[in-house]
T-cell receptor, first 112, second 114 residues
């Protein structure tokens, strides 16, 4: 089974609505990264979470890492068409020496 | 723009051939990572170099190899190409290659093997 599960796989929301994307790890991680990818393009770094219970915000995007450091949620408030894309979570695990394990991604579409 | 550059942007080749992908990290970054993204496997780590030395290996096939040069740019060599090697290949860089350092990704090289 996948070490890092993202849900949902895809999401279609009306512009202005809030949404949440989840990333669940099968084991405790050192750090959790959120990236956004436009189709066929490079990954854009959004934020990194390291401490259990940590929460970070960037514009209308907020991400939180749970206390056990096994789950993170990404929340977008008042979604806009510019938020559309694929959101990927990447995990840094003990023994990984810094390379990241990625989830399969969540494809977000925002309808105007 | 992440500051990481990759060339070429697109590559079309035939099975059995060999190609070289190039990556220039952000200025000051010593560590380079290579990832492969395909529809069925998702984004997978291949290999990491730090200041010219191999630091970590992931799901990299024996037909693939990489190196990092003294000027810190890196090349990923893919040989005896198969149809299944068609994918997006990303390079990322970070300052020191330590855990919990942000990795900045390049725009990728799209490889199509016919």
């Amino acid at each position: 089974s996948q070490e890092l599960e993202q849900s949902p796989q895809s999401l279609i929301v009306q512009e202005g609505k809030n949404l949440t994307i989840n990333c669940t790890s099968s084991k405790t991680l050192y750090g959790l990264y959120w990236y956004k990818q436009k189709y066929g393009e490079g990954l854009i770094f959004l934020m990194m979470l390291q401490k259990g219970g940590e929460e970070k915000s960037h514009e209308k995007i907020t991400a939180k890492l749970d206390e056990k450091k096994q789950q993170s949620s990404l929340h977008i408030t008042a979604s806009q068409p510019s938020h559309a894309g694929i959101y990927l979570c990447g995990a840094d695990y003990p023994g990984s020496q810094g390379n990241l394990i990625f989830g399969k991604g969540t494809k977000l579409s925002v309808k105007p | 723009d992440s500051g990481v550059t990759q060339t070429p942007k697109h590559l079309i080749t035939a099975t059995g051939q060999r190609v070289t992908l190039r990556c220039s990290p952000r200025s000051g970054d010593l560590s380079v990572y290579w990832y492969q993204q395909s529809l069925d496997q998702g984004l997978q780590f291949l290999i990491q170099y730090y200041n010219g030395e191999e630091r970590a290996k992931g799901n990299i096939l024996e037909r693939f190899s990489a190196q990092q040069f003294p000027d810190l740019h890196s090349e990923l060599n893919l040989s005896s190409l198969e149809l299944g090697d068609s994918a997006l290949y990303f390079c990322a860089s970070s300052v020191g290659g330590l855990r919990q350092e942000t990795q900045y990704f390049g725009p990728g090289t799209r490889l199509l093997v016919l």
